[in-house]
């Protein structure tokens, strides 16, 4: 297959990219660089099945030749970088994914859309499945990216009901891993580097608050999955059904490849654990230091998986400890710290 992924020099969309090489497909890396970094692709120069654009896809995208799928990652995902750039944020969300699923229906492609947990706000439940509609202030600072992401996903399925587009939606949860930038603001990769620089770690709150971190090796093979998943059914007879259920007000089904599915790992720690693992695996005896909690930072946040195991046979594999290793290791790299802890 020919594929473009929007964003694939982020963290997410560079790993995918280098997935998706593996399996034999050519790859189209499209980024502008605002956010995600060239050395994240900068193995990948050189290699006849990959090619690099540089490019706002918030404008109109063109691309020459047939493309086969279609992986719109292109967004701030980080809270620091969302909040510096909320105007940005809002356009890419919605510009750029109308831009790219306009180019997937000119090339007759499958469109996937990354999503985020963020689009259940602040919940109410937990865990969240996909068919809590979520609790979202859409005028905080948060709300640029929450409301981008919601938007995202309704723009998706209406091309998906509208114009018979094979779309598929992914809701990421929180994801780590190397290629992560130390400035990005998130609770991992801000402990790892406050620990090896031997700086006092920020904690925001007193730290109740859960995370549910999913390593990057095990997303990316969830949404591999999600993008080759075959249709379980043709869209005229979706169509047919759907009309069915709105014309008679019973819910819809929402057990479809082609509806939103969680993607992260169910197990729940609170930001407390997190710094203290991390204090540990680094062998850093400093203290934590407490600050205030930013506005509308969600309290909990732990996935509901049960489609994904359901529909994909998918479930993260590798432990929390596991991961924080090899993020500490490549962190130390980057960061030139040549003592090792393990």
């Not at 587009?165 to 801000?190: C, H, K, Q, Y």
């Amino acid at each position: 297959m020919r594929i473009l992924i929007t964003g694939g020099a982020g963290f997410i969309g560079s790993h995918l990219c280098d997935a998706l090489l593996e399996l034999g497909h050519k790859v189209i890396c499209m980024d502008n660089l605002l956010t995600g970094n060239s050395d994240n692709i900068a193995h990948l120069i050189g290699n006849p099945d990959f090619k690099f654009i540089s490019y706002d896809v918030s404008n109109y995208i063109y691309i020459e030749g047939g493309i086969d799928a279609v992986l719109h990652f292109a967004s701030p995902a980080s809270p620091k970088d969302y909040l510096e750039l909320p105007i940005h944020t809002l356009k890419v969300g919605a510009f750029g994914t109308h831009k790219a699923l306009g180019l997937a229906k000119e090339k007759g492609a499958r469109f996937l859309l990354a999503s985020t947990s963020e689009v259940y706000g602040d919940p109410l439940i937990n865990p969240q499945g996909e068919d809590y509609w979520g609790n979202v202030n859409p005028i905080s600072p948060r709300g640029v990216y929450d409301e981008a992401k919601r938007f995202a996903e309704a723009m998706t399925m209406a091309y998906h009901r509208y114009h018979g587009l094979d779309t598929r939606v992914v809701r990421i949860f929180n994801t780590f891993g190397p290629r992560m930038r130390e400035d990005d603001g998130r609770a991992i990769s801000n402990f790892i580097v406050q620990a090896l620089k031997e700086k006092p770690l920020t904690v925001y709150g007193d730290g109740s608050q859960t995370r549910s971190f999913c390593y990057i090796d095990d997303m990316v093979s969830g949404i591999i999955k999600v993008l080759f998943k075959e249709s379980d059914r043709t869209f005229e007879e979706r169509i047919n059904r759907e009309n069915f259920l709105y014309k008679n007000k019973e819910p819809r089904n929402t057990n479809s490849i082609h509806d939103p599915i969680n993607l992260g790992n169910p197990h729940e720690l609170s930001v407390l654990d997190i710094a203290h693992m991390i204090l540990r695996l680094t062998g850093n005896q400093n203290r934590i230091e407490f600050k205030p909690l930013p506005a509308d930072d969600p309290r909990v946040r732990r996935p509901d998986i049960s489609k994904a195991k359901e529909l994909l046979q998918w479930e993260p594999k590798v432990s929390i400890e596991e991961a924080l290793k090899r993020t500490i290791q490549y962190f130390r790299k980057r960061l030139g710290i040549k003592i090792s802890q393990f």
